[in-house]
């Protein structure tokens, strides 16, 4: 066996020792061997895929009960992957590790969803008061750059801020004592985004 793969598979114990408890011993077993080629495989096919503009908003449309009429939308990814079809967040998500890759993922859908969103108020009169919901996780929540990421597509896309709601994903701990957080929701607030 060479160098480069010893090393390669000293990476892969150190990663996984690391994520179960931050130290401690990781015996490389074929289990976690396939694991770990999987993932690259998947790596590489997200980054191919984020290339050809395979990850798509879907948007869910959200009613208002008193009047029927559509209150604004969700919006949720999905790859439309060229040989599997159409994917959800579930199967190509919870296994990623790669936070970079997540993020632009959620920023091209993101941009789209506002994007569509801006010009569908624009020939849509129905829609001048909804407003689009967009998930924000526990990395994005308290990213330093939320603000000024949400800035820029809005800028881009031509939406007003007030046009946009955040929603933070169930499954975020929320951790009252950040104050990065704290201050994220601040700024939410001043542009409009967050009531």
């Known amino acids: 066996m060479g160098v480069d793969a010893l090393l390669a598979m000293a990476d892969i114990a150190i990663y996984e020792a690391k994520r179960k408890s931050g130290n401690g011993a990781v015996l490389l077993d074929g289990v976690l061997r396939e694991r770990t080629r999987k993932e690259r495989i998947l790596i590489s ?5 984020l290339d050809m503009g395979e990850f798509v908003p879907f948007l869910q449309p959200q009613i208002d009960l008193r009047t029927g009429g559509i209150a604004g939308f969700e919006v949720l990814a999905r790859w439309r992957h060229p ?6 967040p579930s199967e190509f998500l919870l296994g990623l590790r790669d936070k970079d890759l997540r993020n632009m993922i959620d920023q091209n859908v993101r941009r789209a969803a506002l994007s569509w969103f ?7 009169p129905e829609l001048a008061n909804a407003r689009i919901g967009i998930n924000l996780g526990q990395k994005q929540i308290t990213d330093r750059r939320l603000a000024a990421k949400l ?3 809005l800028r881009h896309t031509g939406l007003p ?9 169930e499954n975020t701990l929320i951790d009252e004592t950040n104050v990065q957080l704290r201050d994220n929701l601040q700024q939410l607030q001043d542009m409009g985004v967050c009531d």
């Open 83 to 88: 040989e599997q079809g159409l994917r959800l």
């Open 45 to 49: 096919e997200i980054t191919h895929g």
């Open 151 to 153: 800035t820029a597509i």
């Open 161 to 169: 801020a007030q046009a946009v709601s955040v929603e933070i994903l």
């Open 118 to 124: 801006a010009q569908a108020r624009q020939i849509t």
